[in-house]
């Protein structure tokens, strides 16, 4: 779950422009984890955060 949250938090403040401590916010309110198991017993995790919270772009 940490590498999860590391990810995401990298792209909320590279790629959308916030800072970290704006995008660890916005995760602590915002985003959803999720767990998963594979059939050969690896675990993986996700974060997700819904993309019309953010204003568009271009339009």
């Known amino acids: 779950m ?3 949250s ?3 938090l990298t ?6 422009g916030l800072t ?3 995008a660890y916010s916005l995760m602590s309110v915002a985003a959803d984890f ?10 993986g995790c996700h974060v ?5 919270i953010f204003p568009r ?3």
Not at 11 to 16: A, E, F, R
Not at 34 to 43: L, S
């Open 20 to 22: 970290k401590n704006d």
């Open 48 to 52: 997700r955060i819904p993309r019309d």
């Open 2 to 4: 940490r590498d999860a």
């Open 34 to 43: 999720g767990v998963t198991q594979v059939v050969d017993g690896k675990q």
């Open 11 to 16: 792209l909320l403040s590279d790629h959308v």
């Open 57 to 59: 772009k271009g339009g």
């Open 6 to 8: 590391l990810n995401m």
